[in-house]
């Protein structure tokens, strides 16, 4: 009998993101560790990811050594990253990724001063993972290239679409295009003119499916008809002329409690929304061609 090799994933953190990540590497084979200081991390392990090969521990060096793939998720603070990410250095072999999934944070900053700057590279999920196709792949300065294709290589084999970005830049592309979305969607409410529940349908009726079937460059070749998106920047384009506008930062209270209202908080609110969505995802990512690998990432000629 040959041996089965079973690679181990350590995800670092036991959050919304480490759960998720810890429930699609298991799914598709991987042993997984997940470290978390958190007091209820047997529990929750024990509730979440059941059925699936994890062990659980509040030590990070112990949960490290001997992995073969470090997908980080912890808390979004420097030199919370930074600590770990020296407890990673040193407690892996110097062939492993260690890669975070940070949402805004750069490689070259959480790399600062780690001897193992060359492992470290953003493998930055959009929420849930499990569902999302994209990984946006962001190397630092100092990421070699190895690290960066193994990690491509390994959300890959995930089923994800893994997208690799030329420099990084923070918040890289994904939270860059959503801050300036959500920045002005605030700032809507802040002026009185729509509500946040009809915002939300607005979206889900128009930009929402549009974006699910077609990127904006696309959109634009499609909204100037045969002649293409210079068409449409010439003609409705070219009337867009309007200031923006940004929010308040002093009144994002008051965005943050019409949002409350219109959803509610807490656990049953948080499992009532995560499921819905998580229905709609599913039921849209096979007829959008997510789930074959070899149409996911197919374009148009
Ligand atoms: N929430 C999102 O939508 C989203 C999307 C993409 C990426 N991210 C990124 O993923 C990361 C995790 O975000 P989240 O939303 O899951 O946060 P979260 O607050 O839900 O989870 C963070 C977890 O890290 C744990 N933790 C704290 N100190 C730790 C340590 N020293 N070692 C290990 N674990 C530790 C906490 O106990 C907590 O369980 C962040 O870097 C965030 O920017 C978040």
Do not use: C
């Not at 958190?38 to 059925?51: G, K």
């Not at 592309?173 to 605030?186: P, S, W």
């Amino acid at each position: 009998m040959g041996v089965i090799f079973v690679a181990v994933v350590t995800i670092v953190g036991a959050g919304v993101i480490g759960v998720s990540w810890a429930r699609l590497f298991g799914s598709a084979g991987w042993e997984v560790r997940v470290s978390d200081p958190r007091p209820d991390l047997r529990e929750l392990v024990a509730r979440e990811l059941a059925d699936l090969s994890v062990t659980a521990t509040a030590d990070l060096a112990e949960a490290a050594t001997g992995a073969d793939f470090v997908q980080e998720a912890g808390p979004e603070r420097v030199e919370v990253k930074e600590q770990m990410f020296a407890t990673l250095a040193a407690h892996t072999r110097d062939d492993v990724v260690l890669a975070s999934s940070s949402s805004s944070l750069m490689a070259s900053v959480i790399a600062r001063g780690n001897p193992a700057a060359d492992r470290i590279v953003i493998g930055h999920p959009f929420n849930p993972p499990e569902l999302m196709p994209l990984v946006e792949v962001v190397p630092g300065p100092r990421t070699s290239e190895v690290t960066a294709d193994r990690a491509v290589e390994v959300y890959r084999g995930l089923g994800k679409l893994p997208i690799r970005l030329k420099k990084e830049i923070p918040g890289f592309v994904g939270n860059r295009l959503q801050k300036v979305f959500n920045d002005q969607a605030a700032y809507l409410v802040q002026q009185g003119v729509i509500d946040v529940r009809d915002l939300d349908d607005l979206v889900r009726a128009s930009l929402g499916l549009r974006w699910a079937t077609v990127g904006p460059f696309e959109s634009g070749v499609l909204g100037g008809g045969p002649g293409g998106m210079r068409h449409l920047a010439e003609h409705v384009g070219s009337q867009l002329s309007f200031e923006i506008g940004a929010p308040d930062p002093a009144r994002m209270g008051e965005v943050l409690d019409a949002v409350e209202q219109a959803y509610g908080t807490g656990e049953s609110a948080y499992e009532r929304l995560a499921d819905l969505r998580d229905g709609r995802t599913r039921a849209v990512l096979k007829p959008l061609g997510w789930t074959d690998p070899a149409t996911a990432d197919s374009r148009p000629q």
